[in-house]
């Protein structure tokens, strides 16, 4: 399209901070940075009128991890590194909390559970670690007794314990987007929606769209997740896609909250009497390392056969699919990284990218500013 003499003004023009991708990282980094700095000149650019990524597309846990996906997560990182991680997410949502009222983003604190399998062990083992996950949380978020071992009286087909965690929420991500968005604009963030950019050229700073428009920068802020590489192929995170359907109201749902299983690649959820199912990415690995949205037969069937599990005949009542694209890495820490002194890289969130987003847009924002020469 060809844009007006107006249209060319207002997307070429030059900002003190130009944050490119508006999910909850880049809005959240825009709002922390005229909350600190409010004379400064900050716009969001996005390919989409409001984003196209994971941010609008998630499944709305307000979470911080669940017991396997700890475990896992400790195994691999440590300890000491696990513990950052699971301070960010926790920070993160307070942060949310503060600027969304709980209202507008349809919070609701219903608690969290991990489900298990009858037939594996997965459930002993996470029994046995209870007392200790729950002191590394006591340490790391002050909150004594996170996790409990409760019955489960509503599946025959899982294990008939389940592991609760009273603390966490879940909420409507796109009223969330749309609320820090606006927060955004009246505290003077300009949004150039629409925007897609097909080449960053460092050295010139300057990006430019796929219409071929050059619009220059001052100070880059890359929040772009899960399509980073498109722009900077050696940035070190990845696409995963996944994929999530939603059913129509199912009379007499039998329970509410939000659902883990195996290490939280299945996530599942009430939103009223309908069921929200997502993930079994692990289960077809290869194809669904893509940035690509979309559905396949694959991960369908997968979630289909366990849609089946949590209420029987609920598959002929599916309502819609879609997907949604995670950035992910060989460890979960997300990347806060400069590139060079104009460019600066706040990325790969991973699955808990709602928890965390705020965190990072804050520490994003403290880096910019040290960089333009704010004191601490
Ligand atoms: C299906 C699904 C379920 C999830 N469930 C949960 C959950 O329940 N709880 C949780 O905490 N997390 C969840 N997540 C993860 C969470 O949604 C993400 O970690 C988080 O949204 C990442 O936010 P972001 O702003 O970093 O990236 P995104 O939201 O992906 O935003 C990146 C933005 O960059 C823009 N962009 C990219 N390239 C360009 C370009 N070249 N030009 C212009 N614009 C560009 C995109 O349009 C997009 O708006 C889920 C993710 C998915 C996909």
Redesign the pocket.
């Known amino acids: 399209m060809v844009l007006s003499f107006w249209e060319k003004e207002f997307i070429q023009e030059k900002f003190d901070v130009t944050i490119?991708?508006?999910?909850?990282?880049?809005?959240s980094t825009a709002l922390s940075l005229l909350e600190k700095y409010p004379e400064l000149k900050v716009c969001v650019?996005?390919?989409?009128p409001v984003?196209?990524?994971?941010?609008?597309?998630?499944?709305?846990?307000?979470?911080f991890g669940s017991p396997t996906e700890l475990i896992h997560d400790i195994a691999v990182m440590g300890e000491n590194k696990t513990a950052e991680i699971v301070k960010m997410r926790w920070l993160g949502l307070k942060k949310l909390l503060s600027r969304v009222p709980t209202k507008i983003m349809d919070y609701q604190q219903n608690g969290g559970y991990e489900v298990f399998d009858k037939e594996d062990a997965t459930f002993g083992e996470a029994e046995q670690k209870l007392s200790f996950l729950n002191q590394f949380l006591a340490d790391t978020i002050d909150i004594p007794e996170v996790f409990s071992v409760v019955n489960n009286t509503i599946w025959s087909s899982f294990y008939s314990k389940m592991i609760s965690n009273p603390f966490e929420g879940s909420l409507q991500?796109a009223y969330m987007m749309l609320y820090l968005q606006d927060l955004a604009r009246k505290r003077g963030v300009i949004f150039k929606s629409g925007?897609?950019?097909?080449e960053v050229l460092t050295e010139e700073k300057l990006l430019v769209t796929t219409e071929g428009y050059r619009v220059p920068f001052q100070t880059l802020c890359v929040?772009?997740?899960?399509?980073t590489r498109?722009?900077f192929p050696e940035a070190e995170v990845l696409p995963a896609?996944?994929?999530?359907l939603i059913t129509q109201e199912l009379p007499d749902l039998p329970f509410s909250g939000c659902f883990h299983f195996q290490e939280g690649y299945y996530?599942f959820r009430n939103v009223g009497n309908r069921i929200l199912l997502?993930g079994a990415r692990n289960t077809d690995l290869q194809n669904e390392s893509t940035d690509q949205f979309g559905n396949t037969t694959r991960i369908q069937d997968e979630l289909i056969r366990f849609l089946e599990r949590l209420y029987p005949g609920a598959s002929d009542h599916i309502e819609m699919w879609w997907?949604?694209?995670?950035?992910i890495g060989k460890v979960k820490e997300p990347i806060l990284k400069w590139k060079n002194e104009n460019i600066i890289f706040?990325?790969r969130?991973?699955?808990?990218?709602?928890?965390?987003?705020s965190y990072l847009g804050e520490k994003l924002a403290d880096e910019i500013g040290i960089s333009l020469g704010y004191k601490e």
């Open positions: 490119l991708g508006a999910g909850i990282t880049g809005t650019i996005d390919r989409a984003s196209l990524g994971a941010s609008t597309k998630n499944a709305g846990f307000a979470c991500p925007v897609s950019v097909s929040t772009t997740n899960g399509f498109k722009l896609r996944n994929q999530v996530y997502g997907s949604g694209i995670l950035g706040g990325v969130l991973g699955g808990m990218g709602v928890a965390i987003g």
